[in-house]
C-alpha cells in the first residue's frame, strides 16, 4: 500500500527526478527525467538546472552550463533532458582552455614528428629536398582532411539527433492538442427510444 503511494506520487507530482553523473576530470552530466504531465522537456531542463547549482555550491564554484538537451514526452516515454556541465570558475576555466590548447600544440608537433619518419623512412627523401618538403606538406594535408572529416561526421550526427528530437516534439504536441480537443469537443446527445410488445421490450438509441 505504502509502495503504491509512493508511486502514485512520482507519477502525479508533475516534478522531475535529477541526478548527477561524474564524467571524468571537472566535468559532470545532469540527467533529469520528466513528470507524468510533462509533455514539453521545458520543467525537466528547469529541474535539471537547479540541481546543478545545489550540486556546485557544494563544490564552492559556480556553474559553467555547456550542451543542453532536451527530448519531449513520447508513447511509454517520459520527457527528459541531460545538460553538461563543469562546476569551476572563470580562471579555471582559462587554464583549462590553456591546457586544451597546449596539449593541441604538442599534438601537432608529434604529427610533423610522425610525417617527417615517414617521408625518411618509407618514402626515402632526405631532409631539405624538395621531396622532402612536399612529402611533409601532403602528409599534413590529409592529416587535417581526415580530422575535419571526423568533426564533420560528429556535426551530422548532432544535427540528425536535433531534427529527431524535433520531431518527437512535434509528434507529442500533435498528441497533446488531439487529447485536449477530444475532451473539450462537444458530445453528440443520445436519444433512446424503447417499445414494448407484450412482455418483451425493444431499445433503439439514436
Do not use: W
Amino acid at each position: 500500500m505504502k509502495l503504491a503511494a509512493v508511486v502514485g506520487m512520482l507519477l502525479f507530482s508533475g516534478h522531475a527526478l535529477a541526478g548527477i553523473l561524474p564524467q571524468g576530470g571537472s566535468a559532470y552530466k545532469c540527467q533529469t527525467t520528466g513528470g507524468f504531465f510533462d509533455f514539453s522537456p521545458d520543467n525537466a531542463i528547469a529541474s535539471c538546472k537547479k540541481e546543478i547549482d545545489e550540486f556546485c555550491k557544494t563544490k564552492n564554484a559556480p556553474p559553467i552550463v555547456g550542451k543542453v538537451k532536451g527530448e519531449p514526452s513520447g508513447y511509454g516515454v517520459y520527457a527528459r533532458a541531460e545538460i553538461d556541465f563543469q562546476c569551476a570558475s572563470s580562471e579555471d576555466l582559462a587554464r583549462q582552455q590553456k591546457s586544451l590548447a597546449d596539449a593541441q600544440s604538442q599534438q601537432i608537433k608529434l604529427d610533423v614528428e610522425a610525417s617527417k619518419k615517414t617521408c625518411q623512412e618509407d618514402f626515402g627523401f632526405a631532409q631539405g629536398t624538395t621531396e622532402f618538403g612536399n612529402c611533409l606538406l601532403e602528409l599534413q594535408k590529409q592529416i587535417f582532411a581526415n580530422r575535419r572529416a571526423e568533426n564533420d561526421r560528429a556535426t551530422q550526427n548532432e544535427i540528425s539527433e536535433a531534427q529527431l528530437v524535433q520531431q518527437r516534439k512535434a509528434a507529442s504536441e500533435r498528441a497533446t492538442t488531439g487529447a485536449i480537443q477530444s475532451l473539450i469537443a462537444p458530445r453528440p446527445s443520445t436519444s433512446i427510444n424503447c417499445t414494448t410488445f407484450g412482455s418483451t421490450t425493444n431499445c433503439t438509441s439514436r
